[in-house]
């Protein structure tokens, strides 16, 4: 993600940790690799988080195969019954491996997709079925934030 999508990511991120409890989520990001930003039992400032996910370079690879993988990690660290993995995704990977093998192991995993052109909606619709959860369309990166506080409170 570049510009205007990882601000909004910043957003979307003020917003999870607004609605969930500080030490209740934990933030990955993708691009070649994956990359934890915030443990799911680290205590860490929104602020901080938000700063350190805005430092993230955007090369723009997608490898969300390791993201689900330490999504999948993350959330077995957890101290809640409710466990929920939520991926903000257009459906396209373009680096690592396919991503079902650790889809399907989420108790839930819901997909928030912005369309686009290059937006694959059957990919993503594949992931959440394969997670036993939902997928989000939004019209674009700037309805994710909205959607995310939407999602969570059904979830909660």
Known sequence: MTGEKLALAGVATAVLAIKLKND????ITFES??????????RKDVEDVIDDLLEVPATGYTNMEDGLRIGLHELGKARTKDRVGVIIT???CTSGYNPEKFAIKFPKLY????????SNAEFCKKLARLGK???YRV???????????RLLREVA
């Open 133 to 135: 959860g939902k997928m």
């Open 33 to 42: 690799n994956a990359k934890l930003i915030k443990g799911i039992n680290e």
């Open 24 to 27: 209740d989520y934990s933030l």
């Open 139 to 149: 019209k674009n990166f700037n309805a994710v934030p909205r959607t995310l506080y």
């Open 90 to 92: 257009d459906g396209n």
């Open 111 to 118: 997909v928030i997709m912005p369309e686009g052109s290059e």
